[in-house]
């Protein structure tokens, strides 16, 4: 048998080299990139307990390459074909977010590594998006947009043949793997030319600036990369230092001892020059930079109390500045507990259970005794890293880049069947994955103490 690669090793080599072209076609994030490493820097220098913490979760390794990035594409065929593409670098679809609740006429999904060893190896994740054109009333509209991308090829041979290897042997060597690396690349390149005419452009983009972002292109341009902070509101603070205009406010959870989920800024999009097929100039604004501060994966019941505070803050946070708007997020989230011993024993958080000193113990672990070991000090429970994303968090980066519109009218039209009938498989749901880890070290520690 011929040797394959690991698919992480694909994905690793990856997310360097997307991380390489995004910095060339975009210089403001390798600015960003070295702001973040040196806050991240100062933060571990500043908190060796952090640093303690995080050597121990293995979580220091990678830091440096965490990363995610986004692409919206336009049709069914596209995203099926990606779902294709991400498998060969063990990248699957995870999650469903509705977009249109927000006023975007998109719904996604996130492709990302599922298993532990894969996400410690490189969790590098999409965000994927695909146009709902069904959304558009303007018939005439939707018709022409349709038309476009319909003509339109993202892939270029050689990946589709490499797709196709992979599948049908079970792997890439690692000359194929390079090969499948370089080529993969180019569907998300950014192409300054537009493959419509000034007209067509504008007459899109006044319905939603989303749609002529994804119908007007020859693909799916990679819009963002984000490296991992370990300090948000300091890289916020620092950005126009460095000559960045940092996005108004972070968006999800405020700042706390035991970060919950994901916060989220990103640096505004760059206005770029665009040649029409019509020789027409013009701009365009899609690209930007973003950056993310993760914390622990929260149950559906602190999910359920998370999205209920995020409501009652978002009613008096509108139109407020950075430092206002996280002081009001703070006191309304004095509601959510910020102990590790509470998020706990309130079943608020996922976490991973690991034995520290198994001297005198035998009998089998029920959560009863769980809760006696944790307080005893032999085990240890660490809070599981949220590895997805946040919709409402999600729609304030979309429209901070688009102009700030958010059109109501595409409210309520969550369709996760209609999703997964375009993909071609269904996606996993990230809550599943979490419950399946803790309770995996669950029943690894009923082993240990058990064998
Ligand atoms: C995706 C925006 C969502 C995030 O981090 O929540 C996103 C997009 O603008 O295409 O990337
Ligand atoms: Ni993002």
């Given at each position: 048998?011929?040797?394959?690669?690991?698919p992480?090793?694909?994905?690793?080599?990856?997310?360097?080299?997307?991380?390489?072209?995004?910095?060339?076609?975009?210089?403001?994030?390798?600015?960003?990139?070295?702001?973040?490493?040196?806050?991240?820097?100062?933060?571990?220098?500043?908190?060796?307990d952090?640093?303690?913490?995080?050597?121990?979760?293995?979580?220091?390794?990678?830091?440096?390459?965490?990363?995610?990035?986004?692409?919206r594409?336009?049709?069914?065929?596209e995203?099926?074909?990606?779902?294709?593409?991400?498998?060969?670098?063990?990248?699957?679809?995870?999650?469903?977010?509705?977009?249109?609740?927000?006023?975007?006429?998109?719904?996604?999904?996130?492709?990302?590594?599922?298993?532990?060893?894969?996400?410690?190896?490189?969790?590098?994740?999409?965000?994927?998006?695909?146009?709902?054109?069904?959304l558009?009333?303007?018939q005439?509209?939707?018709a022409?947009?349709?038309?476009?991308?319909?003509?339109?090829?993202?892939?270029?041979?050689?990946?589709?043949?490499?797709?196709?290897?992979?599948?049908?042997?079970?792997?890439?060597?690692?000359?194929?793997?390079?090969?499948f690396?370089?080529?993969?690349?180019?569907?998300?390149?950014?192409?300054?030319?537009?493959?419509?005419?000034?007209?067509?452009?504008?007459?899109?983009?006044?319905?939603?600036?989303?749609?002529?972002?994804?119908?007007?292109?020859?693909?799916?341009?990679?819009?963002?990369?984000?490296?991992?902070?370990?300090?948000?509101?300091?890289?916020?603070?620092?950005?126009?230092?460095?000559?960045?205009?940092?996005?108004?406010?972070?968006?999800?959870?405020?700042?706390?001892?035991?970060?919950?989920?994901?916060?989220?800024?990103?640096?505004?999009?760059?206005?770029?020059?665009?040649?029409?097929?019509?020789?027409?100039?013009?701009?365009?604004?899609a690209?930007?930079?973003?950056?993310?501060?993760?914390?622990?994966?929260?149950?559906?019941?602190?999910?359920?109390?998370?999205?209920?505070?995020?409501?009652?803050?978002r009613?008096?946070?509108?139109?407020?500045?950075n430092?206002?708007?996280?002081?009001?997020?703070?006191?309304?989230?004095?509601?959510?507990?910020?102990?590790?011993?509470t998020?706990?024993?309130?079943?608020?958080?996922?976490?991973?259970?690991?034995?520290?000193d198994?001297?005198?113990?035998?009998?089998?672990?029920?959560?009863?005794?769980?809760?006696?070991?944790?307080?005893?000090?032999?085990?240890r429970?660490?809070?599981?890293?949220?590895?997805?994303?946040?919709?409402?968090?999600?729609?304030?980066?979309?429209?901070?880049?688009?102009?700030?519109?958010?059109?109501h009218?595409?409210?309520?039209?969550?369709?996760?069947?209609?999703?997964?009938?375009?993909?071609?498989?269904?996606?996993?749901?990230?809550?599943?994955?979490?419950?399946?880890?803790e309770?995996?070290?669950?029943?690894?520690?009923?082993?240990?103490?058990?064998?």
């Amino acid at each position: 048998m011929r040797p394959y690669l690991d698919p992480d090793e694909i994905r690793d080599r990856f997310s360097k080299a997307m991380s390489d072209m995004y910095q060339l076609e975009v210089p403001q994030y390798g600015t960003l990139l070295k702001l973040v490493d040196a806050v991240n820097r100062e933060t571990l220098d500043r908190d060796p307990d952090l640093h303690a913490r995080l050597c121990d979760q293995q979580e220091l390794a990678r830091l440096r390459v965490e990363r995610h990035g986004a692409i919206r594409v336009g049709t069914a065929k596209e995203l099926a074909t990606l779902r294709r593409l991400f498998a060969v670098m063990g990248m699957f679809p995870v999650g469903y977010y509705d977009l249109s609740e927000a006023g975007v006429p998109v719904h996604a999904t996130a492709f990302r590594p599922m298993d532990d060893a894969a996400l410690k190896r490189n969790p590098f994740r999409l965000f994927t998006s695909l146009l709902r054109l069904e959304l558009i009333e303007d018939q005439a509209l939707r018709a022409r947009a349709s038309d476009i991308l319909e003509k339109r090829q993202i892939f270029t041979e050689r990946a589709l043949e490499l797709i196709t290897i992979f599948e049908q042997q079970g792997g890439l060597t690692d000359t194929e793997a390079d090969q499948f690396v370089s080529e993969a690349l180019e569907t998300f390149r950014w192409h300054q030319q537009a493959t419509v005419d000034h007209a067509t452009y504008q007459a899109l983009a006044q319905e939603h600036r989303l749609i002529a972002d994804v119908v007007c292109f020859k693909g799916p341009h990679i819009n963002h990369l984000t490296p991992r902070t370990l300090d948000i509101d300091e890289v916020q603070r620092r950005m126009p230092d460095v000559g960045i205009t940092p996005k108004d406010v972070i968006e999800g959870p405020p700042r706390r001892q035991w970060p919950i989920l994901l916060r989220q800024t990103s640096f505004k999009a760059l206005e770029e020059s665009i040649d029409f097929a019509d020789h027409h100039d013009g701009t365009h604004t899609a690209r930007f930079g973003e950056i993310e501060q993760r914390g622990v994966a929260l149950t559906p019941k602190g999910r359920a109390l998370y999205d209920r505070l995020l409501r009652t803050a978002r009613t008096r946070t509108e139109g407020l500045a950075n430092e206002a708007h996280q002081q009001v997020l703070a006191e309304v989230f004095e509601a959510f507990p910020d102990d590790v011993d509470t998020l706990h024993r309130e079943g608020l958080a996922y976490f991973d259970y690991h034995l520290r000193d198994r001297a005198g113990l035998s009998g089998p672990v029920n959560s009863d005794t769980l809760k006696a070991l944790i307080e005893q000090n032999i085990v240890r429970a660490e809070p599981i890293t949220y590895e997805d994303f946040l919709p409402v968090s999600a729609a304030g980066i979309f429209q901070s880049n688009l102009g700030g519109r958010s059109d109501h009218s595409y409210e309520g039209n969550a369709n996760q069947a209609a999703f997964e009938a375009a993909l071609g498989a269904e996606v996993t749901s990230e809550l599943d994955l979490y419950a399946r880890r803790e309770q995996a070290s669950i029943d690894r520690l009923r082993t240990e103490l058990t064998g």
